[in-house]
């Protein structure tokens, strides 16, 4: 990924945190990765002012207290918060989830494929997308 800010992965699950982190391994992506296991977490991590804004956020949708969609409906209508790339990473694919999730201004939607090399592909396609793109200096 583009520069030293972390990847922020918000997920519950942490056999899929341990494909992630190991993933990223991997692919040798230089990223911390910072993790919140659901949208409270997440949002409490983004508003302190100790931690780094991170590059990219990386959001299941099927999480404990609050939700994916609850999670964007919140971070979207944040100022500081709302121009963090989010790429949905989940294993719902219903069409409502994915329809919300546009709707709130995710950058990508991809479901957790189950066999690992597919799940490499995967991240190693939002690697490559989020180091090619460029994002506001704010942002």
Sequence with gaps: MRGSNPILLVED???DVMTVQR???DL?????????????QA????????NKKPCVILLDISMPR???IEFLRIAKQDKKLRQIPVV???SSKEEQDKVDSFDLGVAGYIVKPVAYQDFIEGMKTIDMYWTLSELPLNG
């Design 43 to 50: 949002l409490a991590h983004l508003r302190d002012p100790k």
């Design 28 to 40: 040798k992506v230089t990223n911390s990765l910072d993790i919140a296991g659901d949208g409270e």
């Design 13 to 15: 699950d942490q056999v």
């Design 66 to 68: 609050m939700n994916g």
């Design 23 to 25: 993933a990223l391994k």
């Design 88 to 90: 949905v990473l989940t």
